[in-house]
């Protein structure tokens, strides 16, 4: 069991209230990937109800990120995540339930990959001029 470190929480709380809607998506992604490896570490120990609260978590982020998408604004970019992030969720499910280590880790994984891919663009964004920011990632996520 990990300490409990309330300095964690305050800084964590610091770095919401100062994020862009880009690093909010950054930051839930994050902790969906936190959630998932406590989900596989708890599941290779044998704690079942550890493995719970984990996905549970996990499930929690995936369907905030659902939430936050703009489909109207989004087009079809955001029916697209739409459909993904529905797939995390039923993968998520379906290797809790049978206890299949490798379904959690990919999910994770892509998780990886869409944060590197969401930090990008906000690095782009937060770079480029003012006026030539006509399409704004933060249209398609509110």
């Known amino acids: 069991m990990q300490a409990y470190h309330p300095s964690s929480d305050h800084y964590l709380a610091q770095r919401i209230n100062a994020a862009s809607p880009q ?9 969906g990937q936190r959630f998932l490896a406590q989900a596989r570490q708890a599941m290779g120990r044998g704690d079942f109800a550890a493995k719970a609260r984990s996905v549970d ?3 929690a982020i995936v369907h905030e990120l659902v939430g936050r ?3 109207e604004q ?9 459909r993904l992030y529905d797939w995390w969720s039923r993968e998520i499910l379906a ?10 880790e990919r999910v994770g994984r ?3 990959e869409m944060r590197q891919a969401w930090e990008q663009a906000d ?8 006026e030539s920011r006509a399409f704004q ?6």
Request: hydrophobic share 45%; net charge negative.
């Open 137 to 142: 990632i933060q249209d398609m996520v509110g």
């Open 69 to 71: 998408l703009d489909q």
């Open 23 to 31: 690093q909010l998506v950054v930051l839930l992604l994050e902790g």
């Open 110 to 112: 892509q998780m990886g």
């Open 95 to 104: 290797g809790s339930a049978s206890k299949n280590d490798w379904r959690l």
């Open 74 to 82: 989004g087009g079809e970019l955001a029916s697209n995540l739409v």
């Open 123 to 130: 690095l782009k964004l937060r770079s480029a001029p003012m």
């Open 57 to 59: 978590h996990a499930l």
